[in-house]
């Protein structure tokens, strides 16, 4: 089993920025995919970043890409993500995923997954 814990949302104007974090812990073998997934009212649940094997390789979706960016701190066995440049588009609650695998181009989730509970990130304009 595997625990996620995100924290760093909140209400911020268009053009700021947020970090949020995700603590893990638990069993992490055969987990090779940390992601980021956000869903808005109304709206599909949507990939919004991956880090791939430990960070050896990252993926965005193209509405954050060049704004966000996914990193892990290993020795603190945290997930962040960056976000600069916010939208009123951003709007969504954002969760921290621990994958089995993922898809690079579709940020889709292969095999079992572990998710947090969630964290509202509100961008006003």
């Known amino acids: 089993q595997v625990q996620l814990v995100e924290s760093g949302g909140g209400s911020v104007e268009a053009g700021r920025s947020l970090t949020l974090s995700c603590a893990v812990s638990?069993?992490?073998?055969?987990?090779?995919?940390m992601a980021w997934f956000r869903q808005a009212p109304g709206k599909e649940r949507e990939g919004v970043a991956a880090s791939i094997a430990g960070g050896v390789d990252t993926a965005y979706s193209d509405s954050v890409k060049g704004r966000f960016t996914i990193s892990e701190d290993n020795a603190k066995n945290t997930v962040y993500l960056q976000m600069n440049s916010l939208k009123p588009d951003d709007t969504a609650m954002y969760f921290c995923?621990?994958?089995?695998?993922?898809?690079?181009?579709?940020?889709?989730?292969?095999?079992?997954?572990?998710w947090g509970q969630g964290t509202q990130v509100t961008v006003s304009s």
């Open positions: 638990g069993n992490t073998y055969g987990i090779n995919c």
């Open positions: 995923a621990a994958l089995q695998w993922c898809s690079t181009l579709t940020l889709k989730v292969i095999g079992h997954s572990y």
